[in-house]
């Protein structure tokens, strides 16, 4: 890199505005090559964003710390999106008070195979006991499984990189599993979404449809609050048994 050229490039590196930019564009991009590609579940979005900025880090020498100083905008705006989830939410306050109980029971069902089979996988993979504890609430929103995971003595570090490969997958297999299964209802599809593949499947939920944005949203709440529960409860009785 000639001089100038490097010179110029410590500058830029050293300002937040150009990490924030990089994350703008490179959703943006992933956005358009989404939609080009006629909505290619395996082109999601948040993948394409992710391995692109992952790329730029790499070729740059770019450490993480210093790309999330610059980008921690948009992090801090997570909160008021997830807020704002209540809106469509709210619309469809009739239909959740007729559908309260499946949905308890769809929580519940949902919230416990997720733990017990991300644990029951690594279990059979000759996991430890750490690795366990972190990928066991792999299913709930990233604050929520990194603090849960923290609490029960797995690695925070690892919890968030199940998350993410969770949100993806699940944003990516979710359409064509639940045609496969001839699932129809908006509302079931989003709060099946919401519970397995929380924030990045409830993203790719309200773009699709906003009644299954809604009901994603609602399930990916819920499912935060009932991993936090469950999780060292059914450690407790697995312990005591």
């Avoid at 997570?78 to 007729?98: C, F, H, N």
């Avoid at 639940?178 to 309200?206: E, K, M, Y």
């Amino acid at each position: 890199m000639k001089p100038a050229v490097f010179q110029l490039w410590v500058f830029l590196a050293s300002s937040p505005l150009l990490w924030l930019t990089l994350t703008v564009l490179a959703y943006l991009g992933a956005i358009w090559l989404y939609r080009r590609s006629g909505l290619n579940p395996f082109l999601n979005p948040v993948l394409m964003a992710v391995a692109a900025i992952i790329a730029v880090l790499l070729a740059t020498g770019t450490p993480y710390p210093t790309y999330f100083d610059g980008a921690k905008f948009v992090h801090f705006l997570i909160g008021p999106a997830t807020v704002a989830l209540a809106i469509p939410l709210y619309s469809q306050l009739e239909r959740l008070k007729r559908m309260w109980l499946p949905l308890t029971v769809a929580l519940l069902v949902g919230s416990t195979v997720a733990i017990a089979s991300a644990a029951g996988i690594a279990w059979a993979l000759g996991g430890s006991h750490e690795i366990l504890l972190s990928l066991a609430p792999k299913s709930a929103t990233m604050p929520i499984a990194m603090a849960v995971a923290e609490r029960v003595g797995g690695l925070p570090s690892l919890t968030a990189v199940a998350v993410a490969l969770t949100g993806i997958s699940g944003a990516i297999m979710a359409r064509g599993l639940l045609n496969l299964l001839r699932i129809q209802d908006p509302a079931v599809r989003g709060f099946a979404v919401g519970i397995t593949a929380h924030a990045i499947g409830t993203a790719r939920a309200i773009q699709v449809n906003e009644t299954a944005g809604a009901f994603a949203a609602l399930a990916m709440g819920l499912n935060g609050v009932a991993t936090a529960l469950l999780l060292p409860l059914l450690l407790k009785l697995t312990s005591t048994s």
